[in-house]
T-cell receptor, first 116, second 116 residues
């Protein structure tokens, strides 16, 4: 099983609908992230959380919200989806204390969201 | 603000050719991390390398090599004797060290196609 699991992997929805993307991890990392990938733009940070009580906005947080339900779970919500939120979304974790792996992001397999 | 630029949007080579992917970065931090990730057609993100800003030694791993030059703010990636399986999108990324390397800023990505 993957260490970082995202659900759903694919979702098609309509404008105005509420959507939740879920992420769970078994790596025991405190830090979790949500990134969005668009062609030609690379990955951009939406939100990040350094522990259960810590939530921070990234560079493109407008239109999104998050919830850190537990160390292992970090959910991304689109309260009212719009077509320009069509993208590939990645959840990631990291452990800053892991020596040679410090700073490395461990990614989920991605959730492809299409908003019609 | 941090910025990573991958000016080569797409590169196409024939198998066995050497290919270099360019990465130029901007940061005000004196300590930082640089990364390369690979995204094959299947979509997952695969970690390739992390380089600390203190360490300007070039690194070689099999057919892969990385050239870090602080003077030109570049962290270029060379694949020697390319293979079809190297076809992927490659991302260069930068993170600040003060948060132990979290919050990566990604470049736009370079789509590499290796033709048989």
């Amino acid at each position: 099983d993957a260490d970082v699991t995202q659900t759903p992997r694919n979702r098609i929805t309509k404008t105005g609908k509420r959507i939740m993307l879920e992420c769970s991890q078994t790596k025991g990392h405190d830090r979790m992230y949500w990134y969005r990938q668009d062609p030609g733009l690379g990955l951009r940070l939406i939100y990040y959380s350094f522990d259960v009580k810590d939530i921070n906005k990234g560079e493109i947080s407008d239109g999104y919200s998050v919830s850190r339900q537990a160390q292992a779970k970090f959910s991304l919500s689109l309260e009212s989806a719009i077509p320009n939120q069509t993208a590939l979304y990645f959840c990631a974790t990291s452990d800053p204390t892991s020596g040679s792996s410090a700073g490395e992001l461990f990614f989920g397999e991605g959730s492809r969201l299409t908003v019609l | 603000a941090q910025k990573v630029t991958q000016a080569q949007t797409e590169i196409s080579v024939v198998e066995k050719e050497d290919v270099t992917l360019d990465c130029v970065y901007e940061t005000r931090d004196t300590t930082y991390y640089l990364f390369w990730y690979k995204q094959p057609p299947s979509g997952e993100l695969v970690f390739l390398i992390r380089r600390n800003s203190f360490d300007e030694q070039n690194e070689i791993s099999g057919r892969y090599s990385w050239n870090f030059q602080k003077s030109t703010s570049s962290f270029n990636f060379t694949i020697t004797a390319s293979q079809v399986v190297d076809s992927a999108v490659y991302f260069c990324a930068l993170s600040e060290a003060k948060t132990s390397g979290s919050r990566l800023t990604f470049g736009e990505g370079t789509q590499l196609t290796v033709n048989p």
